[in-house]
């Protein structure tokens, strides 16, 4: 151990400075005039707080859901090096690396294309264990056609990607590695570690006294005073420290407070290097594309081993499970296609963006002024004159929004339960990117609440539409790749699938549709992949009309 006074010293310059810059920075906080409300950040910071501990804290979990959750942690567990602390020479470079594609440079349609990935060191030597984290995507450019590669991982250095063919024409094979397997290790240590590394504030007012403290939703108890927000409906969690002169009814806000810095090594830094092992293609050995011939007559089908949720052609995504896909190009048919319904979305800003697209494109659809202060919602849009109506509202803590005021924290499952439900409404949730940080039990207990309400809700009105989204895949760099990577969302992205399976909703799949897109990653990803979303949500709803 290390002296800890300095330690202790040194932290806290650091606090108090990211705090600083916290505060005068408006990069990300925006609309967010609160935050000069706020009084500089008083610096409470909870001792160590691990994994275990956070998983758990708040309800335990009946011997079913217990099973699940091991179940679903199994699941996705992650191969990885057994060897740590490794010269980085012998971690997994992407330019060392290559791929090869199977089979002949001719293949046909409705087949499968196989592409073996042999990953390599930066001595050029083959790694000989797996984890490495790959994403692929075969796409012909010209056509505007694009679909997801399915990964299996030998756990020997060497990886198998599947692509089903699906059009006709050249297609080019794109292997990406998001992190090399040293780099997840960290991704790892970090949630064993720092379940509480991203952090949040309130802000406390009572006449002219005003009080910030840092909440969370893990706090160590026994250490200081905290305050109590747990749901009572649903039992989640969430604590503030104490404001000491003011009582714990007088919070008014929730925001972000952000992430706790040096989190990692000046070595474990280096697994982390855009443009060098951070989403960074891997290259062919050989030729990079296959031709893709029509079916013949007489031939035999081939077995597909994977089958994408869709995939892009003509910049238009086609679903593969028999629905039809229209494109509403015209505001007209939007407005004809949402008459006489209800929308209620949820979520993060991955589903703000969703509201925010209708209202900007269907000018029936006017935004009422509810003279919300801050972008967490609620927004309403409606056209009274064909009786539509789309909400909009945040997901309940952790959120890592500018500012949300206390009273407009709620839990989806509880939402869920206000609503009526039937064959005119359509209930939109996106939950994933701000439990990027967490320990995933803490995802999965979030689901089984939102779960349940879903199933009461279908119960009450199975004619009602409900739309699940699965996250989308985002630009990473060195920061955010400790906070959000994509590798957390690939755990949450299986663990909500396999929640809603064999429920009657609709799942969007998010990653896929990010994925397949030759536009770059993006968190908030740019209008032609918003659109074609829209798109499938309007056709489902189109076709729930009619039926
Ligand atoms: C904050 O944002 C506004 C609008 O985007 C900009 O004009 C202003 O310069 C920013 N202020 C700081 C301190 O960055
Ligand atoms: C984590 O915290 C829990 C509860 O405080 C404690 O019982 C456990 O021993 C800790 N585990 C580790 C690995 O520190
Ligand atoms: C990985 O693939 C290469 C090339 O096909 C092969 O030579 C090598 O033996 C494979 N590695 C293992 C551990 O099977
Ligand atoms: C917080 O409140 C909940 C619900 O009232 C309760 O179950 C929980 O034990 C409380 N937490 C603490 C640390 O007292
Ligand atoms: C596809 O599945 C079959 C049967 O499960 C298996 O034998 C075959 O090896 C798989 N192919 C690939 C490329 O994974
Ligand atoms: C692509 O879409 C445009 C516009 O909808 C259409 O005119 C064109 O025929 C489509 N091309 C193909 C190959 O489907
Ligand atoms: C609809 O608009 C998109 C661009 O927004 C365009 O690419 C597409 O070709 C249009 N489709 C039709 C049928 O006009």
Redesign the pocket.
């Known amino acids: 151990m290390d002296g800890h006074i300095p330690r202790l010293t040194l932290i806290f310059i650091l606090l108090a400075l990211s705090g600083f810059i916290l505060l ?4 990300t906080s925006l609309g967010s005039s609160i935050h000069s409300a706020f009084k500089p950040p008083e610096i409470l910071w909870p001792l160590e707080v691990n994994h275990t501990y956070c998983a758990h804290f708040g309800q335990e979990p009946t011997a079913e859901e217990a099973k699940e959750e091991r179940d679903l942690l199994n699941s996705i567990a992650w191969p990885g090096p057994l060897v740590q602390d490794l010269p980085v020479e012998f971690s997994s470079d992407p330019a060392k690396s290559y791929f090869v594609i199977q089979g002949p440079a001719e293949q046909y349609i409705g087949g499968q294309l196989v592409v073996h990935v042999h990953v390599q060191n930066f001595l050029g030597l083959p790694k000989d264990h797996g984890g490495d984290f790959l994403i692929a995507r075969l796409h012909s450019p010209e056509l505007g056609a694009g679909v997801a590669g399915k990964v299996h991982d030998h756990h020997n250095g060497n990886y198998t990607v599947l692509f089903p063919l699906l059009w006709t024409g050249e297609a080019w094979v794109e292997i990406t590695m998001v992190h090399p397997s040293e780099a997840v290790v960290v991704l790892k240590r970090l949630q064993e570690e720092h379940p509480d590394r991203g952090f949040f504030k309130s802000l406390f007012r009572s006449g002219a006294l005003s009080e910030t403290t840092v909440c969370n939703l893990c706090l160590p108890l026994n250490e200081k005073p905290l305050c109590n927000y747990t749901d009572p409906l649903t039992g989640e969690p969430w604590y503030c420290y104490k404001p000491e002169m003011l009582g714990c009814d007088t919070r008014v806000t929730h925001c972000k407070g952000g992430i706790k810095p040096n989190l990692i090594t000046k070595y474990e830094e280096q697994f982390f290097q855009s443009g060098v092992n951070l989403k960074v293609p891997i290259h062919a050995t050989g030729m990079g594309s296959v031709t893709v011939l029509p079916a013949e007559e007489g031939q035999t089908q081939v077995k597909n081993n994977y089958t994408a949720a869709g995939y892009y052609y003509n910049n238009s995504w086609r679903p593969l499970n028999a629905m039809d896909m229209h494109e509403f190009n015209d505001s007209s048919v939007i407005t004809h296609c949402l008459r006489g319904k209800l929308l209620y979305m949820f979520g993060d800003s991955t589903i703000r963006q969703w509201f925010e697209y209708l209202t900007a494109f269907v000018p029936n659809l006017k935004k009422i002024n509810l003279y919300s202060r801050t972008i967490s919602g609620q927004f309403v849009a409606v056209d009274s004159k064909n009786n539509i109506m789309v909400s909009y509202r945040c997901h309940g803590p952790p959120i890592h929004f500018p500012t949300v005021f206390s009273s407009e924290l709620r839990y989806v499952s509880n939402e869920l339960d206000r609503i009526e439900g039937g064959p005119n409404t359509v209930v939109l949730v996106s939950v994933g990117s701000h439990f990027n940080t967490f320990p995933v039990e803490v995802y999965i207990r979030r689901l089984w609440h939102i779960r349940r309400a879903v199933v009461r809700l279908l119960n009450r009105e199975p004619a009602t539409l409900v739309v699940v989204r699965t996250v989308n895949m985002r630009k990473l760099n060195l920061q955010i790749s400790l906070s959000n990577s994509d590798w957390f969302s690939l755990q949450q992205d299986a663990v909500l699938r396999a929640m809603f399976q064999g429920l009657n909703i609709q799942m969007l799949d998010a990653w896929e549709m990010t994925l397949a897109h030759h536009l770059p990653h993006d968190l908030h990803p740019p209008l032609p992949i918003i659109k074609n979303m829209i798109d499938l949500i309007l056709s489902r709803i189109c076709r729930v009309g009619k039926t």
Do not use: R
Request: aromatic share 0%; hydrophobic share 50%.
């Open positions: 005068i920075s408006n990069i």
